[in-house]
Nanobody
Framework: QVQLVESGGGLVQAGDSLRLTCVAS????????IGWFRQTPGKEREFVAA????????LFADSVKGRFTISRDNAKTTVYLQMNSLRPEDTAVYYC??????????????????WGQGTQVTVSS
């Protein structure tokens, strides 16, 4: 079993940057594809970005391409979501999730097996 913990959220102004961090408080992120999702009240959870367990490939939602990057440290125990040029529409609770399949990256939240508790990101205009 994997327990994920996100951190790094906060309140920022439009145009600012934030870096979110995802670590495993139980289990490991090694050999796990990791995804970031976000959700606002009344809306479905939407895909933001994902990184392959090897760190060799990434996937982004069109809405964040060119502004967000995803990376993982050399030990593959921490995954980061660097968010630049933030917009008010980026306001949401951000979740990291682990995909145990060890296959290609996916945007489908149903393919992710474990989820963190989320961290709030608020971008003011």
């Amino acid at each position: 079993q994997v327990q994920l913990v996100e951190s790094g959220g906060g309140l920022v102004q439009a145009g600012d940057s934030l870096r979110l961090t995802c670590v495993a408080s139980r289990g490991t992120l090694r050999y796990r594809n990791i995804g970031w999702f976000r959700q606002t009240p009344g809306k479905e959870r939407e895909f933001v970005a994902a990184i392959h367990w090897s760190g060799g490939s990434t996937l982004f939602a069109d809405s964040v391409k060119g502004r967000f990057t995803i990376s993982r440290d050399n030990a593959k125990t921490t995954v980061y979501l660097q968010m630049n040029s933030l917009r008010p529409e980026d306001t949401a609770v951000y979740y990291c999730a682990a995909d145990l399949r060890m296959s290609g990256l996916t945007m489908a939240n149903s393919e992710y097996d474990y989820w963190g508790q989320g961290t709030q990101v608020t971008v003011s205009s």
